[in-house]
């Protein structure tokens, strides 16, 4: 199959849907970042009192739930990502471009969104510990936010540009044969 380029072939992707695949990445980890951030403001003014032994131990369990979670998202993302990649084997005949799109499209999406739920999760953990003063007192659980981190780092280095959208079109077998 030969090689598609995106930039000739603009009834394939138009410039609107590469913009909008753009803005849900970028909206995804906007969403995120801004919550994390609020999170941070209220932990920060809140103050509130030390833990209690029953808070500690949640958040304790909470925080190692999010790291074996984390683990598993980030696993699921790769090996989701590179099986709805592969070309599929039942494609015997030519290859509609629109659908390819809207399939690499759903694989973009489900990627990203399977790196940003451990980041929600970190966050809401530090939400908790924030608002009842684990984050002033305890600045261990101030590490649930490293998701979040993971996940801007993440979305920059994958950032949907018009190239990368075009190599993982052709890997993805997309070309019109």
Same mark, same amino acid.
Request: contains cysteine; proline residues 4%; glycine residues 8%.
């Given at each position: 199959m030969p090689p598609i380029n995106l930039n000739e072939s603009r009834n394939t992707v138009s410039d609107s849907e590469l913009r909008s695949l753009?803005?849900?990445a970028l909206a995804m980890v906007v969403a995120v970042v801004g919550s994390a951030g609020i999170t941070a403001y209220l932990s920060l003014v809140s103050g509130?009192?030390?833990l209690t032994r029953e808070?500690?131990?949640?958040l304790n369990l909470l925080s190692l739930l999010h790291v074996v979670a984390a683990g598993v998202c980030?696993? !699921?993302a790769?090996? !989701?990502f590179a099986r709805r990649l592969s070309p599929k084997e039942e494609d015997e005949g030519p290859v509609d471009p629109g659908t390819s799109f809207h399939r690499l499209r759903a694989t973009i999406i489900l990627r990203l969104a399977m790196v940003e739920a451990p980041a929600w999760f970190g966050v809401?953990?530090? #939400?908790f510990a924030g608002i009842r003063g684990g #984050?002033?007192?305890d600045p261990v659980y101030w590490l649930n936010f490293a998701s979040t981190l993971v996940l801007v780092i993440f979305a920059v280095k994958t950032f949907p540009s018009?190239?990368?959208v075009e190599y993982l079109f052709n890997k993805m077998g997309g070309a019109p044969g």
């Open positions: 753009q803005s849900v509130g009192t030390p808070e500690v131990r949640l980030y696993w !699921l790769g090996a !989701l809401v953990i530090c #939400l #984050l002033a007192h018009r190239s990368r």
